[in-house]
């Protein structure tokens, strides 16, 4: 993996960065899923009719989530990468926890409980991810408390995913801040695991492990930047922090296309704007 490390570091060193020919392409049918543990939040989304780019470091859970949709893998709507991703190129230990749901790079949060082991893996930046799969209309990003490195990333891009979801409970600075240096200036918060159904899809029953819905309802009633500072103090000041921050740019998703719900692949085109909601 080291001998890997500094092959990759001398090329960039000769040549640049090597920069893949979809770079900065807007796709608004393609959702990313960082961080997608068992492959739950994945399934809701090809449920919806989205492409997604799924990604994972925990390589028994990489190949849980391969195993788990061969059909959508077979008929290109889904990948499924084994990537530790951040916002710079480095080789790190991942400490896949015992509790699957706590391991991380980020070594106290990866160490919680004692039961671990290391991993050593070279970090792929979150741009380059971007570059090589396109833009997303949709990214949820939890990958315990690196959440602020992939945004770090994202000031490299150009162009954004239009929403964005990431998982708070580690994030010890500003997220609002940060996404508002993004572009982003609409928000909500989401209380996990206490989903509510999505309307869109009777019967379907999100796992503890779910981010939640995505869909017109919950991307109505966002707050601006100060009202939604004052959530997060309010939530940090509880013993219970588990949620998830949308947060969007105010683009229109009827120009983006969204599938229709019940697809396969039908187009669903709200008429409202985000931020208007």
């Known amino acids: 993996m080291a001998n890997e490390w500094?092959?990759?570091?001398?090329?960039?060193?000769?040549?640049?960065?090597?920069?893949?020919?979809?770079?900065n392409?807007?796709?608004?049918?393609?959702?990313?899923?960082?961080?997608c543990h068992r492959g739950d939040d994945t399934a809701y989304y090809l449920r919806k009719g989205f492409r997604v780019i799924a990604v994972e470091a925990n390589?028994?859970?990489?190949?849980?989530?391969?195993?788990?949709?061969?059909?959508?893998?077979?008929a290109g709507r889904l990948q499924v990468l084994h990537r530790c991703v951040s916002d710079v190129r480095e080789e790190v230990t991942f400490f896949i926890n015992a509790n699957d749901g706590w391991?991380?790079?980020?070594?106290?949060?990866?160490?919680?409980?004692?039961?671990?082991?290391?991993?050593t893996m070279v970090t792929v930046p979150l741009?380059?991810?971007?570059?090589?799969?396109?833009?997303?209309?949709?990214?949820?990003?939890?990958?315990?408390g690196a959440e602020d490195r992939l945004l770090r990333?994202?000031?490299?891009?150009?162009?954004?995913?239009?929403?964005?979801?990431?998982e708070i409970d580690f994030y010890a600075g500003d997220p609002i801040g940060d996404l508002e240096i993004l572009?982003?200036?609409?928000?909500?918060?989401?209380?996990?695991?206490?989903?509510?159904?999505?309307?869109?899809?009777?019967?379907?029953?999100?796992?503890?492990?779910?981010?939640?819905?995505?869909?017109?309802?919950?991307l109505r009633g966002m707050s601006g930047a100060e009202e939604?500072?004052?959530?997060?103090?309010?939530?940090?000041?509880?013993?219970?922090?588990?949620?998830d921050l949308y947060a969007t740019n105010g683009t229109s998703y009827a120009a983006a296309g969204w599938p229709h719900p019940h697809g396969p692949h039908a187009p669903w085109r709200p008429a409202a704007s985000l931020a208007d909601k």
């Open 183 to 218: 572009g982003y200036s609409r928000f909500r918060f989401i209380r996990q695991p206490h989903l509510e159904p999505d309307p869109e899809l009777p019967g379907w029953a999100f796992s503890r492990c779910s981010s939640g819905p995505l869909n017109a309802a919950t």
């Open 25 to 35: 392409v807007f796709d608004g049918q393609l959702l990313f899923d960082v961080g």
């Open 228 to 243: 939604a500072r004052q959530q997060l103090a309010a939530i940090r000041g509880q013993s219970y922090r588990w949620h």
């Open 103 to 119: 391991s991380s790079f980020i070594e106290p949060i990866g160490r919680r409980g004692g039961n671990y082991e290391g991993l």
């Open 59 to 74: 390589p028994t859970l990489f190949e849980e989530c391969r195993s788990r949709f061969p059909g959508e893998i077979a």
């Open 127 to 144: 741009d380059e991810l971007l570059r090589e799969f396109g833009v997303p209309y949709f990214m949820k990003v939890d990958v315990e």
């Open 6 to 23: 500094n092959s990759d570091r001398n090329r960039v060193a000769r040549h640049g960065p090597k920069v893949p020919v979809t770079a």
């Open 153 to 166: 990333a994202l000031r490299r891009n150009s162009v954004r995913p239009v929403v964005l979801a990431i």
